[in-house]
């Protein structure tokens, strides 16, 4: 079997300045990228969080009128619910 084996020529070993300059210019694309998906990632726990102070602002204002009803209700004082 006979195979021969030709070195590349010099063109193709070193990649062109226009081929560096495409890949150097990849970096801050990349970098870029990722900066808005982590501000993105900040915005979405910031909205989370707003959310679930919401949600407990919510549940304790419940809890605070249904402990107002069980004590008027346990003292028998009923005129505090509108009659409508």
Not at 5 to 22: C, E, G, N, W, Y
Request: hydrophobic residues 40%; proline residues 7%.
């Amino acid at each position: 079997m006979n195979t021969r084996i030709t070195p590349p020529s010099p063109r193709l070993r070193r990649p062109r300045a226009a081929d560096r300059t495409v890949h150097d210019g990849g970096h801050p694309v990349v970098l870029a990228a990722t900066m808005n998906r982590t501000i993105g990632t900040a915005s979405n726990n910031a909205r989370n969080n707003q959310y679930v102070a919401g949600l407990y602002a919510a549940e304790a204002a419940t809890e605070k009128v249904f402990g107002m009803m069980k004590s008027d209700f346990l003292a028998c004082n009923l005129t505090a619910l509108p009659t409508t």
